[in-house]
């Protein structure tokens, strides 16, 4: 027991050589951080320069608008730095033949590489902390600044695939947006509680008439439900409605306003968010599950296609067993009925996606952070294997594996929030796949083999494929 624990300390860093290689890893890690959050401020203050300008600001806001945006550029650049800081130290105790001296002397690789582990874990620990309790209210208070600058009268914040509560008694969910143009517009009134309105529009724009919202819709539908008599049932279409929404100091409000995206939450925040669409989720299913007892007889079906099976089923059971003319209102009765089930199911839908859209952000606040560790485990062997310690080939290798991995992680958000795969597959799978990847490369190096000869496998499968033949 004594000698696994002193194994397990020795592996954890805490031997004779274990501040050398902190040494070695601290300078490049600063360096990396300074140069990487260099360059993306540089790109922001690029895009952003034709904003800023012209508008008569102090110096003081412009240097706050730039300092409350670096917290997410750096949020970006420790992952990255710390994977520059690997490739470069442990390839400069390989370039100078300090980790061969090391391993002649009895140590493992497994023992040199536990400093970088430490310190990886250690950068973690203060990237989760930072992500969940720094991050939130910088990103708040720059989404409040930018729309102070940029904006010239006052509006709303209405987001893409979210809803937005900011109108008393209504919810607003978009789909696209161009400007003050929006595509695939619901609004749900929530002013009554014995009646509920629900509007669909194909497109529409929003203007601001002193403290009054003003909605333009196009090619739509109201649906208005009584909640106490579920016959009671109306439906509407139109090619232009406008609703005019009045606003008690809309612009004082919307400047000091504590609505917050979902990168802009704590994980307690998010979490109640969670809580609180997945509760509108459950209770538009139960009102599906209702109706379709009430009106089918048919229970534990939510799924739009098989409600629409089951109807049509209906429908032409109708057409066989009753007179043409009672056929024919039954049918059109089953066919209300389905629009309102897939009004409801499209609602229930959208909430579904606010509820992944912020489990995505809390699985976020913890993926990132824990890449630090993953990009330790790649960067110390490919170190070794490089035997390089030059700025020049750990930026490379830096950038190739941080593209795969932002590319996996973007990619799996956007698959995420469309309901498709599950937000913690969709935040865990970069840090799993490179992890697979960085476990490989420890193995081959602790066996001092570089990497598999790929020429040789090449040449024997082609063999196999000319002896098939």
């Not at 161009?178 to 749900?188: A, D, N």
């Not at 497109?203 to 579920?230: A, K, M, Q």
């Not at 979902?262 to 209702?290: C, H, L, P, S």
């Not at 890449?371 to 294997?385: D, E, K, N, Q, S």
């Amino acid at each position: 027991m004594k000698g696994f624990v002193r194994k397990s300390i020795s592996i954890g860093g805490a031997w004779i050589g274990a501040r050398y290689i902190y040494r070695e890893l601290l300078f490049p890690f600063f360096f990396s951080i300074g140069v990487v959050t260099f360059v993306l401020l540089a790109n922001f203050l690029i895009k952003s320069v034709d904003r800023l300008l012209g508008k008569g600001l102090p110096g003081t806001v412009i240097f706050e608008y730039l300092y409350l945006n670096l917290a997410w550029i750096v949020a970006m650049s420790v992952p990255m730095a710390v994977l520059v800081a690997a490739l470069m130290a442990y390839g400069r105790l390989a370039e100078d033949n300090e980790i061969t001296a090391m391993r002649a002397s009895g140590i493992s690789f497994l023992t040199i590489l536990g400093p970088g582990i430490v310190f990886g874990f250690l950068v973690t620990v203060f990237m989760a902390f930072f992500h969940n309790n720094i991050l939130p209210d910088f990103n708040h208070k720059a989404r409040l600044l930018s729309g102070d600058i940029y904006r010239k009268r006052p509006g709303l914040n209405i987001e893409p695939g979210y809803f937005m509560d900011d109108i008393p008694n209504y919810s607003i969910y978009i789909k696209e947006k161009s400007g003050e143009h929006f595509r695939k517009i619901t609004i749900y009134n929530k002013d009554s509680q014995s009646v509920q309105t629900t509007i669909y529009a194909d497109s529409g724009y929003l203007e601001i008439d002193g403290n009054t919202v003003l909605f333009t819709l196009y090619s739509g539908e109201i649906h208005e439900l009584d909640t106490e008599n579920l016959q009671d049932y109306r439906r509407t279409d139109f090619r232009k409605h406008r609703i005019a929404i009045p606003v008690d100091n809309l612009m004082l409000e919307h400047r000091e306003s504590a609505r917050r995206g979902d990168r802009e939450m704590t994980i307690g925040m998010m979490r109640a968010n969670v809580k609180k669409y997945a509760g509108e989720r459950d209770k538009i299913r139960a009102k599906m599950q209702k109706l379709l007892k009430t009106e089918l007889d048919t229970t534990g079906v939510l799924e739009i296609e098989e409600i629409k099976k089951i109807i049509e089923y209906r429908k032409a059971q109708n057409l066989t067993n009753l007179p043409r003319k009672e056929a024919d209102i039954k049918n059109r009765h089953l066919s209300s009925l389905y629009t309102r089930l897939q009004g409801e199911a499209n609602l229930a839908f959208s909430y579904q996606k606010q509820v992944n859209k912020y489990q995505v952000e809390i699985h976020k606040k913890f993926s990132i952070p824990f890449a630090c560790i993953v990009f330790i485990i790649i960067g110390a062997p490919l170190g070794v294997m490089t035997r390089r310690g030059g700025i020049t080939v750990a930026a490379t290798l830096s950038i190739l594996f941080f593209l795969v991995y932002y590319v996996f992680l973007i990619g799996g958000e956007e698959l995420a929030d469309m309901v498709i795969i599950p937000p913690f597959w969709a935040m865990w799978t970069p840090n799993i796949l490179l992890l697979l990847v960085g476990v490989y490369l420890v193995y081959y190096t602790i066996w001092e083999q570089k990497t598999f000869d790929i020429l040789r496998i090449i040449k024997y499968f082609r063999k196999k494929s000319k002896v098939s033949h």
